[in-house]
């Protein structure tokens, strides 16, 4: 039987230094194109049959190095976005603590599926997307399919609630590292987690560029 084999996109000078990125398109720094290059030589010997991922560039980037030299295409699509955080997206959560505390108190206050930054999404509008791709993802490929999707924590969380069939609930209750690798395997009796948030293939002398 095929799998599902979820990749969070590799590091950016964002993420280095903490910044909320959402949809902003922020590209892959040095230590994530080494990162995705790594990820390439774990997946070496997988038989992907369809590549998916955002179309943001941190996620295309790390798609494209993983295909690598073969003529699979990379298909993009927008439903696999991080969350949109609004107005707070380049800062910093320390930053969003000084400039917004009344907002960030109310919506925090909210719980984690009803918050949203001003401007952004909440839980139930990424998983309404990402419902929608896995949807549509679902039809296109036979469970024998070994299919490759590369996007953010936000929608890697909700493609687990989502192959999985398990309630909104859990969404917050999994780690999502950057160039991290999770598989969901399809069984005759339903989809099974195999492994999750695993980045056993980042070396830790080639990610400090020795």
């Known amino acids: 039987?095929?799998?599902?084999?979820?990749?969070?996109?590799?590091?950016?000078?964002?993420?280095?230094?903490?910044?909320?990125?959402?949809h902003s398109d922020v590209p892959l720094n040095e230590s994530g194109r080494r990162q995705a290059k790594m990820l390439a030589?774990?997946?070496a010997n997988c038989s992907i049959s369809a590549t998916y991922a955002s179309d943001l560039s941190r996620a295309t980037e790390t798609a494209r190095a993983i295909v690598g030299d073969t003529d699979m295409p990379v298909f993009t699509d927008p439903d696999l976005r991080e969350f949109s955080y609004g107005e707070w997206e380049g800062l910093t959560l320390k930053e969003v603590?000084?400039?917004?505390?009344?907002?960030?108190?109310?919506?925090?206050?909210?719980?984690?599926?009803?918050?949203a930054a001003p401007g952004g999404e909440d839980t139930g509008h990424v998983l309404d997307r990402v419902r929608r791709f896995s949807a549509e993802a679902e039809k296109r490929h036979d469970p024998a399919d070994n299919v490759?999707?590369?996007?953010?924590?936000?929608?890697?969380?909700?493609?687990?609630?989502?192959?999985?069939?398990?309630?909104?609930?859990?969404?917050?209750?999994?780690?999502?590292?950057?160039?991290s690798l999770s598989v969901i395997s399809n069984q005759p009796n339903g989809r099974v987690l195999e492994l999750w948030n695993e980045n056993g293939h980042l070396n830790s002398a080639e990610e400090a560029g020795t």
């Open 1 to 22: 039987m095929g799998s599902w084999y979820l990749v969070r996109h590799g590091e950016t000078e964002w993420n280095r230094n903490g910044r909320i990125q959402g």
């Open 41 to 43: 030589k774990r997946l």
């Open 97 to 115: 603590e000084d400039q917004f505390p009344l907002e960030l108190a109310e919506r925090t206050g909210q719980g984690n599926n009803t918050f």
């Open 148 to 179: 490759l999707i590369v996007a953010h924590g936000g929608s890697i969380r909700a493609l687990f609630v989502c192959l999985l069939g398990l309630t909104d609930d859990r969404f917050w209750s999994t780690q999502v590292d950057c160039a």
